[in-house]
């Protein structure tokens, strides 16, 4: 079974700072990965998509990378804002099944 | 607009009082899936359907059910809903037939069994 793994739980930095949050996944036989952000109280909203032939992936100041070997997956955020303050999840799919693993989640807050 | 509708967002109802939340998208997606958040457990699936008429069990089924009769609609049923079951519930739908398949989600909805 696919297990995914996000740390730190939450994190908080100086708006500016570029940051790096992580996830971690058990079962290198992963089809794609993909990062959402959770806004309080709303749904999710898909960011970036790693597809398994694909290292990264970048849009605007998001850059999510993908490494199976190693089980990891990071998405750096550059040049943070107060708007980027919401819960980052990590979920990844498997070959030949039909659901995919979600981490617990990073709450970031980015202070003014 | 594509989306992915829940109805109610919101629900506050007492053990054993049988309720369903209907999700609905427009976007003609074969495959559409329910998953409840949990503080700290992150999203669980409870149950997805491939296609109309063809639903299967996640990780977390026990309590639920659901149905499948039309493309567009994936209602979520709790029979008799218990207080384990408060938490916050998500509707999903996708095309899911490439790797750049990406899930679209539902606003959520809040249940609190009382």
């Known amino acids: 079974k696919q297990e995914v793994t996000q740390i730190p739980a939450a994190l908080s930095v100086p708006e500016g700072e570029n940051l790096v949050l992580n996830c971690s996944f058990t079962?290198?036989?992963?089809?794609?990965l993909q990062w959402f952000r959770q806004d309080p109280g709303k749904g999710l909203t898909s960011l970036l998509l790693?597809?398994?032939?694909?290292r990264e992936q970048t849009s605007g100041r998001l850059n999510a990378s993908l490494d199976k070997s190693s089980g990891r997956s990071t998405l750096y955020i550059a040049a943070s804002q107060p708007g980027d303050s919401a819960t980052y999840l990590c979920?990844?799919?498997?070959?030949?099944?039909?659901?995919?693993?979600f981490g617990a989640g990073t709450r970031l807050t980015v202070k003014p | 607009e594509a989306q992915v509708t829940q109805n109610p967002r919101y629900l506050i109802t007492v053990t054993g009082k049988k309720l369903t939340v209907t999700c609905s998208q427009n976007?003609?997606?074969?495959?559409m899936s329910w998953y409840r958040q949990d503080p700290g457990l992150g999203l669980r699936q409870i149950y997805y359907s491939m296609n109309v008429e063809v639903t299967d069990k996640g990780d977390v089924p026990e309590g639920y059910k659901v149905s499948r009769k039309e493309k567009r609609n994936f209602p979520l049923i709790l029979e008799s809903p218990s207080p384990n079951q408060t938490s916050l519930y998500f509707c999903?739908?996708?095309?899911?037939?490439?790797?750049?398949?990406?899930?679209?989600f539902g606003p959520g909805t809040r249940l609190t069994v009382l």
């Open positions: 999903a739908s996708s095309l899911w037939t490439s790797s750049a398949d990406t899930q679209y």
């Open positions: 079962d290198s036989a992963i089809y794609n």
């Open positions: 979920a990844g799919r498997r070959y030949n099944n039909n659901d995919m693993r």
């Open positions: 790693i597809q398994s032939s694909q």
């Open positions: 976007m003609n997606h074969e495959y």
